[in-house]
């Protein structure tokens, strides 16, 4: 088995904040995987690339460059540096989300992406977030959680996070655009969001951030 800590669930349970805050307590690197895809989503934007078209997404996925540098604090989000340009800001909105998902079923960006965080769990000690990392990345990883949550609790949830940042909120357009994701991503023909067979499945609407984590930490140390 991989040192490897698999996150996987739809979005807004809260696996950014509780994957880095595991990854503090074990001393493992975070790989926001969300945030790759966000990032990929927000060049073939850009460049206004047709999804459709398989060979403009191939050349515009050979000139990309992504890296991940760690957080400030536990609390914050990683830095997202996509062809040398902080996009970290930029891709954390709902509609970057929804990009996202969309071009997480593209064939070429999913093997590319999956190709780059192979790579980077090789090194081992890391912790994986994002909706297949049990499944697909790193089925072989030696833990693995799913983290779920109520789409209205959710959506509560983010639309706290964007007002914090200053930012406007319909909150019915907000829970709608995660309903619709959650479908999206449950559907889609390759790698879709589901849980992994031996995944520990935790309601995080339930039970709070810090109790998430500890259990979590838990699970880990005494399966070890």
Request: contains cysteine; charged residues 30%; hydrophobic residues 40%.
């Amino acid at each position: 088995m991989q040192e490897i800590v698999t996150i996987d669930g739809p979005s807004g349970v809260g696996k950014s904040t509780i994957s880095r805050r595991v990854a503090a307590m074990l001393s493992f690197t975070y790989l926001d995987t969300g945030a790759m895809y966000r990032a990929v989503g927000l060049k073939l934007q850009n460049a206004d690339v047709d999804l459709s078209n398989d060979n403009d997404v191939k050349t515009c996925l050979q000139q990309i460059s992504i890296s991940l540098q760690p957080a400030a604090t536990e609390d914050d989000e990683v830095t997202v540096i996509l062809d040398g340009q902080d996009v970290s800001q930029e891709i954390r909105s709902p509609e970057m989300s929804m990009v996202a998902s969309k071009v997480s079923a593209h064939p070429a960006v999913r093997e590319k992406l999956t190709r780059m965080q192979q790579e980077i769990g090789c090194r081992g000690s890391i912790v994986a977030e994002g909706r297949d990392t049990g499944t697909v990345v790193f089925p072989e990883a030696a833990w693995k959680f799913y983290l779920d949550a109520d789409p209205e609790e959710r959506m509560h949830r983010r639309a706290k996070q964007l007002r914090l940042q200053g930012k406007e909120v319909d909150e019915e357009e907000l829970l709608q655009m995660i309903i619709q994701r959650d479908h999206d991503d449950q559907t889609r023909t390759i790698a879709p969001l589901s849980k992994a067979v031996d995944a520990v499945t935790i309601d995080t609407g339930v039970l709070g951030i810090d109790d998430v984590v500890a259990k979590m930490v838990d699970v880990i140390k005494n399966k070890q």
